[in-house]
Nanobody
């Protein structure tokens, strides 16, 4: 399974970006799809996750009310709509997928079996 994250870029504070995560080699059925981010010199941190096909979502407190994770069934992908971006949101964003049957905490990296390569998001004026 390969995951492809896309949509990153440079945006001013208060702006928006839309990230996408697509899978090849396997679809997202029975999977939890998560987004994590890693800023320079910091550990990878959870951002948001969604249970594919069920629609349950979970967000880190730092992005609640600003970010929205959703599934695009037509494209078999997961999007992360990021609004009201702040400089602290600057990081490389990774998408990951894990089998829902693992029943692990969605915010923990071990929940996820496959990881994408990351896409850079820079929030700066």
């Amino acid at each position: 399974v390969q995951l492809q994250a896309s949509g990153g870029g440079l945006v001013q504070p208060g702006g928006s970006l839309r990230l996408s995560c697509a899978a090849s080699g396997r679809d997202f059925k029975t999977s939890v799809i998560g987004w994590f981010r890693q800023a320079p010199g910091k550990e990878r941190r959870f951002v948001a996750a969604i249970y594919w096909g069920i629609g349950n979502t979970y967000y880190a407190d730092s992005v609640k009310g600003r970010f929205t994770i959703s599934e695009d069934n037509a494209k078999d992908s997961v999007t992360l709509q990021m609004n009201s971006l702040k400089p602290d949101d600057t990081a490389v964003y990774f998408c990951a997928s894990g089998r829902a049957e693992k029943r692990m905490y969605w915010g923990d990296p071990p929940m996820y079996d496959y990881w994408g390569q990351g896409t850079q998001v820079t929030v700066s004026s």
